[in-house]
């Protein structure tokens, strides 16, 4: 079973371009979650979804961040005209429906800069 | 969530017994232990979590006191493979919909 996978590894952006991060889940996770790093910082969730649902965006900053999990394909973290303070490691977790089984299984991140 | 307080930094000699505390006195009754440990620049790890009983597993032991307002995360033989940020986070119940909170945790350093 292999484990959560991000995509890109690395992505570098100007200032102003769009950034687009991907996520696939734990096979038979349903729930996604996305944490930001900044540098030297500790993770900071920033939003939950299901299958087609946002369930909680409260870490979600107002402006130019958006998600999704459609019901086919991966988790994507969108963020557009990005700024240099997006500078960060994005990482995805997963965890599965079951009831006896709530640890949140972390992918490997995905290092965006913005020059 | 609860918060809780850890050390900022630990050291720990290669072989020995790593005991990582962590207090949580305002804890709440369906709030779950849980540790999670960060590698330089890999994603967290979850190692083990508790409610009010001791657990242990392939990875650690947990201890969590009577009152549940303190725990110790015991790694019984640090390797250096073990030098990671180790992140004690209380949350609410066994539920797949709640965010985990991550604090500053402690670094811990196992040296040879």
């Known amino acids: 079973n292999a484990g959560v996978m991000q995509n890109p590894r690395h992505l570098v952006r100007r200032r102003g371009q769009e950034a687009r991060l991907r996520c696939s889940p734990m096979k038979g996770h349903s729930h996604v979650y996305w944490y930001r790093q900044l540098p030297e910082e500790g993770l900071k969730f920033m939003v939950y979804?299901?299958?087609?649902?946002?369930?909680?965006e409260s870490g979600m900053p107002k402006e130019r961040f958006s998600a999704e999990f459609p019901k086919e394909g991966p988790s994507i973290l969108r963020i557009q005209q990005v700024v240099r303070g997006d500078s960060a490691a994005y990482f995805c977790a997963s965890s599965p429906p079951s009831q006896s089984n709530y640890e949140q299984y972390f992918g490997p991140g995905t290092r965006l800069t913005v020059t | 969530d609860a918060k809780t307080t850890q050390p900022t930094s630990m050291d720990c000699a290669e072989g020995r017994a790593a005991n990582l505390p962590c207090n949580h006195s305002?804890?709440?009754?369906?709030?779950?232990v849980y540790w999670y440990r960060q590698i330089h620049s890999q994603g967290p790890q979850y190692i083990i979590h508790?409610?009010?009983n001791n657990e242990t597993n392939e990875m650690a032991s947990l201890i969590i006191t009577e009152d549940r307002k303190s725990s110790t995360l015991i790694l019984p033989h640090a390797t250096l493979r073990d030098t990671a940020v180790y992140y004690c986070?209380?949350?609410?119940?066994?539920?797949?919909?709640?965010?985990?909170?991550f604090g500053g945790g402690t670094r811990l350093m196992v040296k040879p």
């Open positions: 979804l299901q299958k087609e649902n946002i369930i909680d």
């Open positions: 986070i209380v949350r609410v119940g066994n539920n797949a919909g709640n965010m985990l909170t």
């Open positions: 508790g409610l009010k």
């Open positions: 305002t804890i709440s009754g369906n709030e779950y």
